[in-house]
């Protein structure tokens, strides 16, 4: 004998803890504190994640880049911890990995985006030991400080795989710390540092390459592009890159190493990828200017998650939030839809220990400044804002729902 598994009911139900869904819970509910707001998060804490760049450099105290999630909700939350299994929104429910049935009259999807270890052969074996780091998990972050510390001269390597990643200016950025600090330490004749792209270009947005080249070829870093890491032997600290031959024809290029910082490759979540909330490239497919999804006018997305085409950082969360909320709100009162996200987002760009670089724009490249400060040149300042005021922005004010909008403005005449 059989029996249906329990249902629960919520108005909003909230898919991912992390920077997208605290931030819209926050606010929906300073809007409206009688909202029966709901956040399905499997998670036991939760990660300031800008500052493990910063904690892989050995100038930030990874203890203070985690805090209970408990302890980040908003009140009034209903916090149901657990994963989704699988998203049936023409039923308007979610279903979740213990078998419950979770209905809604409105969703927003945040589950953020997932770090695919596995996607090279050997690195999953390996991370965490025989030099081998990231900063992309706080499980793994302060190996790269360690790494860092005990090197002694030889091959340095950082990677970064093609795009979609989150954050895709951190792996360069550690590889300039780097530099920075075999530098200070009188190792740099000593050392060679390369980094690996499996893209293109340096950067998504043109007017920031050369700056940025700039700033590799001070530290004595060289660029290699269009080479995807593909296997890592820890054993014989050999990285192994694929990279396209004159002919066309995918060759490899093995590539010995004492150190390797490696940037994991980054796809959707697999139950956003496998649902019907999916586009072509498994991201939650939603209207660029409002994020509401496409064919599901009761659904939103944001985040790192949604097919939002700009950069996946915290920056970009901060002005898709409160356009999320504005429309979300409209959307339950049966209004119009008036809210514009226009793509802006920001990438602290850590060139040195005391040096920033912040690249600010919106769709389509278009570099939109906050300060009236050359964006192409490094700033002391920004070191500042980076390290010590955005993190108790972060806690005290975006994920409180009472974060103020601060205006941005296209560059004219953008100079490098």
Same mark, same amino acid.
């Given at each position: 004998?059989?029996?249906?598994? #329990? ?30 707001v709901?956040?399905? #998060?499997?998670? #036991? ?5 800008p ?8 100038t ?18 209903t916090w ?8 049936d ?12 049935i ?24 390996t ?11 706080p499980d ?5 400080w ?7 001269g030889?091959?340095?390597?950082f ?20 530099? %920075? ?24 947005? !043109? %007017?920031?390459?050369?700056?940025? #080249? ?13 080479h ?18 004159? %002919? ?15 940037? !994991? ?16 490239a498994g ?13 599901? !006018? ?40 008036t ?24 769709y ?24 010590h ?5 972060y ?22």
């Open positions: 004998m059989s029996s249906e598994p #329990e249902a629960l009911s919520r108005q909003v139900v909230i898919v991912g803890g992390g920077s997208a869904g605290i931030t819209v819970a926050a606010s929906l509910l300073k809007k409206q504190p009688s909202l029966d709901a956040i399905v #998060e499997p998670s #036991e804490n939760h990660y300031y994640q500052a493990f760049t910063l904690v892989g450099g050995g930030y105290d990874p203890a203070k880049t985690g805090r209970p999630l408990r302890s980040v909700l908003p009140k009034g939350a149901i911890q657990a994963a989704v299994a699988s998203f929104p023409d039923g308007d429910a979610v279903r979740l990995d213990d078998g419950r979770l209905r809604y009259v409105c969703l927003v999807v945040a589950p953020g985006i997932k770090l695919d270890w596995g996607r090279v052969e050997g690195l999953a074996e991370l965490g030991q025989n030099g081998v780091c990231s900063n992309y998990s793994t972050v302060s190996y790269t360690e790494c860092l510390k005990q090197f002694r030889g091959n340095a390597i990677t970064q795989p093609p795009p979609p990643l989150k954050c895709a200016g951190a792996p360069q950025k550690i590889a300039y710390l780097a530099a %920075d600090h075999l530098r200070r330490e009188g190792l740099k004749d000593k050392s060679t540092l390369k980094f690996y792209s499996g893209g293109g270009a340096l950067f998504s947005v !043109p %007017d920031f390459v050369p700056p940025l #080249e700039r700033v590799a070829q001070a530290h004595g870093v060289e660029i290699i592009l269009s995807d890491l593909v296997a890592v032997d820890g054993h014989r600290r050999v990285a192994t890159f694929a990279t396209a031959g004159a %002919d066309g024809k995918t060759r490899h290029v093995e590539q010995p190493y004492d150190l390797l910082h490696v940037t !994991p490759h980054q796809r959707a979540p697999d139950v956003v990828r496998n649902s019907p909330l999916a586009d072509a991201w939650v497919e939603v209207d660029k200017a409002t994020t509401q999804h496409v064919r599901y !006018p009761n659904v939103f997305s944001l985040g790192d998650a949604s097919s939002l085409p700009t950069s996946k950082t915290a920056a970009a969360v901060r002005k898709q939030a409160p356009v999320t909320v504005k429309n979300l709100l409209a959307r339950l009162a049966g209004q119009t839809l809210a514009r996200y226009d793509g802006y987002t920001s990438c602290p760009l850590v060139t040195a220990y005391g040096k920033v670089m912040v690249a600010e724009f919106i389509d490249g278009v570099v939109t400044p906050t300060l009236p400060l050359d964006p192409f040149k490094e700033s002391r300042f920004y070191w500042v804002v980076k390290k005021l955005l993190p108790s922005f806690w005290g004010a975006m994920l409180k729902g009472k974060a103020p909008d601060i205006a941005h403005k296209p560059l004219n005449n953008a100079s490098q």
